[in-house]
């Protein structure tokens, strides 16, 4: 089933709980803030597809909060809530990017028919994305071969899989694959990411709860066990999952039964377990963050992912893949890297893999110019020659503690990246791959706004 969530920013407290209301009745997953300030925290630790926010609202309004997420999060859709004095406004809000707008005091069912479309939309991109994913399972690797063969394997047979590997290297690209090799390939994918919810949330979550059985709880919930059903559910991060929660986990493995919280009835569960994670899970074993019982249950196939050093053959076809694919998302032709780029992406060392690899091509062809990427695009102290940064740090004549040494050389990366974007902490964020107020922090921190 498609995940279509919905944020709801307004300061007025009680049309927001009216819109949020009529949101959940139709079946959509929602969250609210009461400032542009909040909801932008909110977006930077998750994501949603619309953001639907009132126009008019004390400190950052409706304009300034779709321009902060058009520059930052361009896959999410942005709605205006407007008066009938505003409406002005928020056209012209619509030349800055939102969908659309919707006055209040007007039928709510505008709202939702306005909401379905970019609803449909949105799936529509999803199911390209899963296409192109697939993409990324290609390889000419001899050991990543092999495991996309064990993987096959896997997937024909209706047993538990545990993927591990670094972040960013693909880990959910593979619970799909083989999901969608196996027997349950015509049911749901169910997906749960365990890190994102706190541990009374995702036992939640996964089990579902009664009306009444705990301040909040105003429905009736299915949980993802329930709603996995006799199809596939997918734990991303399980080593994230606290103790307490991993013994419930484990009892419904065992048993295939569930009971939501506030109910003593139990119900009967079937579905097939896929877990993916980046920790060290015999690590952590050891170190009792993880139930050796339950790893047991869970570890019935292990699928280790390779980092992306260790399938540099792939980085050619990777490259000339994510190019292509941000030239389409950006809309913006390329027709030449210069080499120094090329080289520089093709030897650089992706800690953050695959994910950090696109991160770089999207920053690379939005700053393109002329459809040419230019080697000035890369930050110089990353193509410099290596043994000449030595050099330089050896000829210092007065030794610095390694720690001053690192702030001031982070200090003054900080000042290059804000001058070439003219002090634009909104892009100089984003080019860092650190939130705003990381780097609003950093700038008090280290006295860089005094030189701006």
């Not at 999060?73 to 407007?82: A, P």
């Not at 036992?203 to 705990?214: I, Q, R, T, V, W």
């Not at 690590?283 to 790893?295: G, S």
């Not at 249950?297 to 190019?323: Q, V, Y």
């Amino acid at each position: 089933m498609y995940k279509f969530k919905i944020l709801v920013v307004d300061d007025e407290v009680q049309y927001q709980e009216v819109i949020n209301m009529i949101l959940q009745s139709e079946g959509y997953e929602t969250k609210v803030a009461n400032s542009g300030e909040e909801a932008l925290e909110i977006l930077e630790k998750e994501k949603f597809q619309l953001v639907l926010t009132d126009l008019k609202m004390n400190g950052m309004d409706g304009v300034h909060l779709l321009e902060e997420i058009k520059n930052n999060y361009v896959d999410t859709y942005v709605m205006l809530i407007t008066g009938f004095g505003t409406i002005k406004n928020a056209v012209e809000a619509m030349k800055k990017g939102a969908f659309g707008y919707f006055i209040k005091g007007n039928n709510p069912g505008e709202l939702l028919r306005e909401i379905e479309k970019i609803k449909v939309e949105c799936e529509s991109v999803e199911k390209v994305e899963k296409v192109n994913d697939k993409f990324l399972l290609d390889t000419k690797n001899y050991n990543f071969r092999k495991i996309i063969k064990i993987a096959q394997k896997a997937a024909s047979a209706d047993v538990n899989v545990l993927i591990t590997g670094e972040s960013g290297t693909g880990k959910e690209v593979m619970a799909r694959f083989i999901y969608e090799n196996s027997k349950r390939k015509n049911e749901k994918f169910v997906a749960v990411n365990c890190q994102s919810l706190s541990s009374s949330l995702l036992e939640s979550e996964l089990f579902g709860h009664e009306k009444g059985s705990f301040t909040g709880a105003t429905n009736r919930r299915i949980g993802r066990f329930e709603e996995a059903h006799g199809a596939t559910l997918f734990l991303d991060e399980v080593g994230e999952i606290d103790l307490n929660t991993q013994v419930k986990l484990l009892r419904v493995l065992e048993n295939r039964t569930i009971e939501k919280i506030g109910s003593n009835k139990p119900i009967d569960v079937d579905f097939r377990l896929i877990c993916a994670t980046n920790k060290d899970i015999r690590e952590a074993i050891e170190n009792k963050e993880f139930r050796e019982d339950l790893f047991y249950r869970i570890n019935t196939i292990s699928i280790h992912l390779p980092s992306l050093k260790e399938r540099k053959e792939d980085l050619p076809m990777l490259i000339n893949f994510f190019l292509k694919k941000s030239s389409a998302k950006y809309n913006k032709k390329i027709v030449k890297v210069e080499g120094d780029v090329m080289n520089y992406l093709l030897n650089y060392e992706y800690k953050g893999n695959i994910r950090e690899l696109k991160n770089i091509l999207d920053r690379l062809v939005v700053l393109s110019d002329n459809g040419i990427i230019r080697k000035e695009l890369v930050s110089t102290n990353v193509l410099d020659n290596k043994e000449d940064e030595c050099s330089n740090f050896l000829k210092l004549e007065d030794i610095k503690p390694l720690k001053e040494i690192k702030q001031e050389a982070e200090a003054n990366y900080i000042k290059k990246v804000l001058d070439r974007f003219n002090g634009n902490i909104t892009k100089s964020a984003e080019y860092l791959e650190i939130s705003r107020r990381q780097l609003f922090n950093k700038i008090v921190e280290y006295n860089v706004k005094e030189d701006l």
